[in-house]
């Protein structure tokens, strides 16, 4: 079966670094995307990955190997509206997205 | 910037009513999609739709939902008898696989609630 994993809770310190991790397995892998949603709102587009390495864009990065199928998500200079779910999404072989369940990310002043 | 809309935001039905659910994905986009999300629980998905017809559809999908895109702009999903446990957020998405990122951008979804 298709499968998605990452914690379901996470706590961190305004100012601070934390880093989410996904770990994967799909039959077939197109790109891993992780995407930030607010309570009762849509999910919004945060990075895609589909080569193995770092992008970087801003405050975020993400980190793909896709022979470990595993993803990382890394949060700089923590702020209190990153206090939100993140929810890490891969798209297999059949371009269908299978979703993690999401990390609740609590931010700490 | 364009963005996918959805109405109604919120809805409340009663136990064996049809709703229907409309969304306007963006418009030079190739690829809608439902998701829908019980609250405290994960995304899952429902349907996607390419060129007019159902390109996959999850379990979840039965016989008590069907998809339309009745004309050159909207998108809509409708539950024929809706039950408890259909009250969910429906997300719509659409995108465009042109792209290199094949982001998917989602609507602000209609709240669902069955009484």
């Known amino acids: 079966g298709q499968n998605i994993d990452q914690p379901t809770e996470m706590t961190a310190t305004e100012g601070a670094i934390v880093q989410i991790n996904c770990t994967y397995q799909?039959?077939?892998?197109?790109?891993l995307f992780w995407y930030q949603q607010h309570a009762g709102e849509a999910p919004t587009f945060l990075s895609y990955?589909?080569l193995d390495g770092l992008e970087e864009k801003g405050r975020f990065s993400s980190f793909l190997s896709r022979s470990k199928g595993y993803s990382y998500l890394l949060l700089k200079e923590l702020q209190m509206k990153d206090s939100a779910s993140y929810l890490c999404a891969v798209t297999d072989s059949n371009y269908q997205l299978i979703w993690g369940a999401g990390t609740k990310l609590i931010i700490k002043p | 910037e364009p963005e996918v809309t959805q109405t109604p935001s919120h809805q409340v039905t009663q136990m064996g009513q049809e709703v229907i659910l409309r969304c306007v994905p963006i418009?030079?986009?190739?690829?809608f999609y439902w998701y829908r999300q019980i609250l405290g629980q994960k995304v899952e998905f429902l349907v996607s739709?390419?060129?007019?017809?159902?390109?996959?559809k999850s379990e979840i999908f039965d016989d008590q939902f069907s998809v339309e895109r009745p004309d050159g702009s909207n998108f809509t999903l409708k539950i024929r008898s809706t039950k408890l446990e259909d009250s969910a957020m429906y997300f719509c998405?659409?995108?465009?696989?042109?792209?290199?990122?094949?982001?998917?951008?989602f609507g602000e979804g209609s709240r669902l609630t069955v009484l």
């Open positions: 990955n589909v």
């Open positions: 418009s030079n986009h190739l690829y």
């Open positions: 799909t039959s077939g892998f197109n790109g």
């Open positions: 998405a659409s995108r465009d696989l042109g792209r290199d990122t094949g982001e998917l951008f």
């Open positions: 739709f390419y060129n007019n017809e159902i390109s996959e």
